[in-house]
DNA sequence: CCTCCGCTAGATCGATCGATCTAGCGGAGC
DNA sequence: GCTCCGCTAGATCGATCGATCTAGCGGAGG
């Protein structure tokens, strides 16, 4: 792993700095967002990454299948701190829950409805076909399940409800993302803020 | 279009007629909604269809984009059917729609995990690259929203505010079926059927 | 029986896919 | 200054992509 380096914009506009491995991870999270697994070709990330193919089956020997897995995982983490903003928002853990979904409605609208979920797109299409990705989306979704439960959990739900209840708030945030995506509106994941308060208030 | 003819069964488990544009309508869509776009090739859609080139492009010009989304509007009525069986499967709305979910659930689970919502993989990973196929996917989710709208409506909510609920009844039932499929397990959408019946009842 | 035409059959095209390979750069350690 | 090796550069591979093309089947109309 090489020392930090000065940093540079790139087409999809992440910062990405001079680390090959780096780039090439961040490049990928990036891709496979938008367009998934399938829709994004090896030749796109180096152009993107600023990268040969040299580079990337020295870092990943596996190839595509193997980097897309740590791109997975890269992009999850930011996504985590997304939610982690979120539900931290405020002591109400309804009102958390609700500014997640404002989050990721902010999000998606300054991107053009390109940043969201960075694992969606990707896991939908591969399911079945991949365990590596599967798992690994698997992986990203029960860690987003997990930290929204024990925010409710700490809010007064018990243990069991807070599990279920974080298990559905994710489902509303993961569709409402899909229709505000596909109909370049964020009406969906606005309402889904206002209904997901609601429902979380019901259950105490 | 031909008359009607003598099934068989191909190894998409769905039935499919002697019509040549329909063999490849149906095959397209059960192809799309398990690999999506970029995951399903013209050369497994034959086969699977058991058509040639010759037949595709005498039947969709536009190729691969074009037989799309007549494939998507084809998987969007057979789903808009099983949100009608579940909707009007009992006279409380909440119960309705809480049967749509476990109408999926069903249908997933007796299929590995494959037959859910025909769009959602193949809108999420074409969404700014295919005009068509977003127009396409984002028109199946709003008529399914319609539906749902229509019936909360009919059960004693305010237009508005059946159009606010059915949009966020679609989103959970979506991402439920995100998390169920990915996970391989019903939890997600049989939680998302108990957690929209209380939503439902709460917003009257 | 012959013609016509909607439809199907399948070879073939150039482009691009993911992957592999050899060659060579360039900083660290001696 | 020299060697060594982690890393990068990019040509090239066979396979497969979506698309186009000509050829020919076979039922309907005369």
Known sequence: MNPAVPTKRTPTGRAEPGDTRTRLV???????????????????????????????????PQGKEELA???????????TELLRQ???????????????????????RDSDWTDGCPVAAT?????????????????????????IA??????????VHAAALACTVLSALEGAELLSRVSSD?????????HLAVLTRAGL
């Open 26 to 60: 961040m490049a990928t999270a990036t891709l496979l967002q938008r367009q998934g697994y399938e829709g994004t070709s090896i030749k796109q990330i180096l152009k993107e990454a600023a990268a040969t193919y040299g580079s990337l089956y020295h870092h990943f």
């Open 69 to 79: 897995a740590e791109a997975l995982r890269f992009g999850a983490a930011e996504f």
């Open 86 to 108: 979120g539900l931290s928002s405020s002591d109400d853990p309804a009102e958390g829950v609700a500014n997640c979904a404002h989050l990721m409605a902010d999000s998606l």
């Open 123 to 147: 896991a939908l299409e591969i399911i079945g076909r991949s365990p590596l990705i599967q798992r690994t989306s698997d992986e990203a979704l029960r860690e987003w399940r997990g930290l």
């Open 150 to 159: 024990d925010t409710l959990h700490r809010g007064g739900h018990s243990e």
């Open 186 to 194: 964020d009406a969906p994941l606005r309402l889904a803020a206002e």
